[in-house]
């Protein structure tokens, strides 16, 4: 069972930058297996995937955050990561990380919400104007 803990969520004032964290365990999940990502969800949106990576290192942005964020994975600390730089007022939503199991190596970093299987309990990012 593969358990996912956000932190690093805050308020901070448009422009700035912040990095959000994901703590994976156990210790031993056959990383490569895994599809990850980030997910956002505000007040009465739909939730919305932002970044992801897949097995070989390979991501995937929405066009919403593409040149803003960067999704990355430090594998010795069994840690997935989400720089945020150039933040807007529109970015303020509860952000979730996620991971989607399979049976071989993920090859393609999925946006989709649908098929990831484990979701952490998400953090909040409040950006003001």
């Known amino acids: 069972q593969v358990q996912l803990v956000e932190s690093g969520g805050s308020s901070v004032q448009a422009g700035g930058s912040q990095r959000l964290s994901c703590a994976v365990s156990?210790?031993?999940?056959?990383?490569?297996?895994?599809?990850m990502g980030w997910f956002r969800q505000a007040p009465g949106k739909e939730r919305e995937g932002v970044a992801a990576?897949?097995?070989?290192?390979?991501?995937k942005y929405s066009d919403s955050v593409k040149g803003r964020f960067t999704i990355s994975q430090d594998n010795a600390n069994n840690t997935l990561y989400l720089e945020m730089n150039s933040l807007k007022p529109e970015d303020t939503a509860m952000y979730y990380c996620?991971?989607?199991?399979?049976?071989?190596?993920?090859?393609?970093?999925?946006?989709?919400?649908?098929?990831?299987?484990?979701w952490g309990q998400g953090t909040q990012v409040t950006v003001s104007s």
């Open positions: 156990p210790s031993n999940f056959r990383k490569k297996n895994y599809c």
């Open positions: 996620a991971a989607l199991a399979r049976l071989e190596v993920c090859r393609s970093p999925r946006l989709g919400s649908q098929g990831y299987d484990y």
């Open positions: 990576i897949d097995g070989d290192g390979t991501t």
